[in-house]
T-cell receptor
Framework: DAGVIQSPRHEVTEMGQEVTLRCKPI?????LFWYRQTMMRGLELLIY????????DSGMPEDRFSAKMPNASFSTLKIQPSEPRDSAVYFC??????????????FGDGTRLSIL | KQEVTQIPAALSVPEGENLVLNCSFT??????LQWFRQDPGKGLTSLLL?????REQTSGRLNASLDKSSGRSTLYIAASQPGDSATYLC?????????FGTGTSLTVIP
């Protein structure tokens, strides 16, 4: 049973470059979440989707961040242009049958992003 | 805004000891509370989820309790093992948001 799959596992790029993070949720799960984890701020919810539709993007820090879910098995988080303060570990998670309120979340192993 | 606090930030115990991790939150209007485990370089693994109407959940050597009125949850680990060494995070669900604590780093010494 494959879990949530994220790619790449590590990304190092220069300031100003576009960064695209990818996520494949668990098959059959209809809710998907993007998180960012830093030492200073801990884990923060950036955005979540229900049935491929963005429900709450209030955690997206700036217009430089965008997320899409074109189908039930794929989502992207894009940062353009990237800045050093975007360096963090970005996690994707999915749940079965519903939004934030009632199901345990299953996390991917994350993408460690470093912006130089 | 919901604030979630976990104390202590780090804990070191000898193998076999029973231990309690604490989580507190400021707003009792929550849907549920979840305890996670995070190993270095890995994502979070869900351990237990307690619905707001429940008082506790158990899984093997783990027992989590929830007292909504006082804004507290505890995670009890019985007969700790070196393999339990990890960071433990709690998260509360409220509205469309998940609010995470900063975690307790647990080391179980053989």
């Amino acid at each position: 049973d494959a879990g949530v799959i994220q790619s790449p596992r590590h990304e190092v790029t220069e300031m100003g470059q576009e960064v695209t993070l990818r996520c494949k949720p668990i098959s059959g799960h209809n809710s998907l979440f993007w998180y960012r984890q830093t030492m200073m701020r801990g884990l923060e919810l950036l955005i979540y989707f229900n049935n491929n539709v963005p429900i709450d993007d209030s955690g997206m820090p700036e217009d430089r961040f965008s997320a899409k879910m074109p189908n039930a098995s794929f989502s992207t988080l894009k940062i353009q242009p990237s800045e050093p303060r975007d360096s963090a570990v970005y996690f994707c998670a999915s749940t079965l049958r519903g939004g934030v309120s009632n199901q345990p979340q299953h996390f991917g192993d994350g993408t460690r992003l470093s912006i130089l | 805004k919901q604030e979630v606090t976990q104390i202590p930030a780090a804990l070191s115990v000898p193998e076999g000891e029973n231990l309690v991790l604490n989580c507190s939150f400021t707003d009792s209007a929550i849907y549920n509370l979840q305890w996670f485990r995070q190993d270095p370089g890995k994502g979070l693994t869900s351990l237990l989820l307690i619905q707001s109407s429940q008082r506790e959940q158990t899984s093997g050597r783990l027992n989590a309790s929830l007292d909504k009125s006082s804004g507290r949850s505890t995670l009890y680990i019985a007969a700790s093992q070196p393999g339990d060494s990890a960071t433990y995070l709690c998260a509360v669900s409220a509205g469309n948001q998940f609010y995470f604590g900063t975690g307790t780093s647990l080391t179980v010494i053989p």
